[in-house]
């Protein structure tokens, strides 16, 4: 079966630094792979959306870049947090070309930027 | 452009009561996708349902029923003899351009409804 991991479940790091998150799927090959932030309160924003290795495709001007090495893994990343990034980030994936059997969601990664 | 409006902020209500959760979306798609996901305290995103749009049909699962209607653009969400479990922040979302761009472009969320369920 097909398993989605995220990590870590929690960050607290300071305004400045740089910031790796990284998720991994396991049980499939050739997804398509998703990061979404939400801030507090607010409902879920795409950040950047994967269909291959090295494809990526950005969904708002931001702080933060994503990059995939390898066809299950997708790394959301940033040179220097601001305040603003703090949030709860959650990676997801889909069969790809087979998105209508739904988007699975890794367990998040709750940032805080201090 | 796609657009998913949940108009509920938060509703709260007594444990044993009915409860409707209501999600209104936009799209100029023909085929398209809708989904119900439920977030726990926890954080993570537990998927409820996924319905296509050629697909009217409402559906049960035991105290869950969804009711889509095309022509009001509307795929609502009941709870029926809610409970204490219930409690929780429902997401209804989108996923369309399944011709136009391929539906790799991810799901449109509406902003959430906080269900709070008293004892």
């Known amino acids: 079966s097909q398993t989605i991991h995220q990590w870590p479940a929690t960050l607290v790091q300071p305004v400045g630094s740089p910031l790796s998150l990284e998720c991994t799927v396991e049980?499939?090959?050739?997804?398509?792979l998703y990061w979404y932030r939400q801030a507090a309160g607010r409902g879920l924003q795409l950040l950047f959306y994967?269909?291959?290795?090295?494809?990526i495709s950005s969904e708002v001007p931001q702080n933060l870049s994503a990059s995939r090495p390898q066809d299950r893994q997708f790394i959301l990343s940033s040179k220097k947090l601001l305040l603003s990034d703090s949030g709860f980030y959650l990676c997801?994936?889909?069969?790809?070309?087979?998105?209508?059997?739904?988007?699975?969601f890794g367990s998040g990664t709750r940032l805080t930027v201090v | 452009a796609q657009k998913v409006t949940q108009a509920q902020t938060e509703i709260s209500v007594v444990e044993k009561e009915d409860v409707t959760l209501d999600c209104v979306y936009e799209?100029?798609?023909?085929?398209?996708?809708l989904f119900w996901y439920k977030q726990p305290p926890s954080g993570e995103l537990v998927f409820l349902i996924r319905?296509?749009?050629?697909?009217?049909q409402n559906e049960i699962s035991g105290r869950y029923s969804w009711n889509f209607q095309k022509s009001t653009s509307s795929f609502n969400f009941t709870i029926t003899a809610s409970q204490v479990v219930d409690s929780a922040v429902y997401f209804c979302?989108?996923?369309?351009?399944?011709?136009?761009?391929?539906?790799?472009?991810?799901?449109?969320f509406g902003k959430g409804t906080h269900l709070i369920i008293q004892p």
């Open positions: 997801a994936w889909t069969r790809r070309g087979h998105q209508e059997s739904g988007y699975t």
């Open positions: 049980g499939t090959s050739n997804p398509n």
């Open positions: 994967s269909v291959g290795i090295g494809q």
């Open positions: 799209t100029r798609d023909t085929t398209y996708y």
């Open positions: 319905r296509n749009s050629f697909d009217e």
């Open positions: 979302a989108l996923s369309d351009s399944f011709y136009s761009g391929g539906g790799a472009d991810g799901l449109t």
